[in-house]
């Protein structure tokens, strides 16, 4: 049972224009969500987190939206550049020590320049 | 300096063979975790380790075993490797359990023939 879902395994958007992935979660007890980002090879990133008392955090390009009534959260990136093509992994926890970390699948980015 | 590093990087080994992934992280966090990445994409938490004690163990086959001489290292030793083990395994740390932003090693990949 997938608890954190990102639906839309791939997405390409022009260069400039503004990237929305979309993830959803059915673990109402979740109240921490980060956004990852991964290139091939390599680690996943730390790019972005909310936590459940806010709707919003923004970081320079990247903004995070948290609905928590529809258990959906979504990362804008705009401006988007060639650099923001990889994979972006969604996950979620809760604030209690024990509380995994969920992962969902992920959305690969392509940014076109 | 590599903030969370994984030896060695790529593994390729026989059905039946005992293998070990090290993990070492110079953050100072008190807290660390082992993922499989399997063929499907997915993250899956297996391991977390908060001041060298186990606190997460979630289902995983008795012949991986997590050890943790010292906060700053969690190594994972698998027995009677399968070829299902093929995957993805990462290391992480957080600052401690719960709510807290994780950082990823690079990543070991290993092949079972």
């Known amino acids: 049972d997938q608890q954190v879902k990102q639906n839309s395994p791939s997405l390409s958007v022009q260069e400039g224009r503004i990237s929305i992935l979309n993830c959803d979660y059915t673990n109402s007890m979740f109240d921490y969500f980060l956004w990852y980002k991964k290139y091939p090879a390599e680690g996943p990133t730390f790019l972005i987190s909310i936590s459940s008392i806010k709707d919003k955090n923004e970081d320079g390009r990247f903004t995070v939206f948290l609905n928590k009534s529809a258990k959906h959260l979504s990362l804008h990136i705009v401006p988007s550049q060639p650099g923001d093509s990889a994979v972006y992994f969604c996950?979620?926890?809760?604030?209690?020590?024990?509380?995994?970390?969920?992962f969902g699948k992920g959305t690969r980015l392509s940014v076109i320049a | 300096d590599t903030a969370v590093s994984q030896t060695p990087k790529y593994l390729v080994t026989q059905m039946g063979n005992d293998k070990s992934i090290k993990c070492e992280q110079n953050l100072g966090h008190d807290t660390m975790y082992w993922y499989k990445q399997d063929s499907k994409k997915f993250l899956k938490i297996m391991f977390s380790y908060n001041n060298k004690e186990l606190i997460i163990n979630e289902t995983v086959p008795n012949r991986f075993s997590p050890k943790s001489p010292d906060k700053a290292h969690l190594n994972l030793h698998i027995n009677s490797l399968e070829l299902g083990d093929s995957a993805v395994y990462f290391c992480?740390?957080?600052?401690?359990?719960?709510?807290?932003?994780?950082?990823f090693g690079p990543g070991t990949r290993l092949l079972v023939l």
């Open positions: 992480a740390s957080s600052l401690r359990t719960g709510g807290e932003t994780q950082y």
């Open positions: 996950a979620a926890s809760g604030l209690s020590g024990n509380t995994p970390l969920v």
